[in-house]
């Protein structure tokens, strides 16, 4: 059974930084792609950013660009994103989900979500 387990998130300041991992188990997606979306409070979900698990090809939303940074560790099956200069606008529930093909992609494992709240 697929497992995404999602860590990390929290309150901060506007400005501050907060890293998330997601630790994927229960299979591999070595030719698949691993994406973060988010939603907040009553509004749809929203893509922020995936990457490629075999060549590392990165994608980002435009409002997270230059401040949001996607990586993976193949040996610990885990996707962190980095969060810099965060805004009131980033509060989110944030979600990891996983695609067994890299393009298109089809993300059809989710994890439960982590909170991540930024006060101004």
């Known amino acids: 059974q697929v497992q995404l387990v999602e860590s990390g998130g929290g309150l901060v300041q506007a400005g501050d930084s907060l890293r998330l991992s997601c630790a994927a188990s229960?299979?591999?997606?070595?030719?698949?792609?691993m994406g973060w979306f988010r939603q907040a409070p009553g509004k749809g979900r929203q893509f922020v950013a995936a990457i490629s698990w075999s060549g590392g090809s990165t994608y980002y939303a435009d409002s997270v660009k230059g401040r949001f940074t996607i990586s993976r560790d193949n040996v610990k099956n885990t996707v962190y994103l980095q969060m810099n200069s965060l805004k009131s606008e980033d509060t989110a529930v944030y979600y990891c989900?996983?695609?067994?093909?890299?393009?298109?992609?089809?993300?059809?494992?989710w994890g439960q979500g982590t909170q991540v709240t930024v006060s101004s």
């Open positions: 229960g299979r591999t997606f070595s030719n698949g792609r």
């Open positions: 989900a996983a695609s067994n093909i890299d393009y298109p992609p089809r993300y059809d494992y």
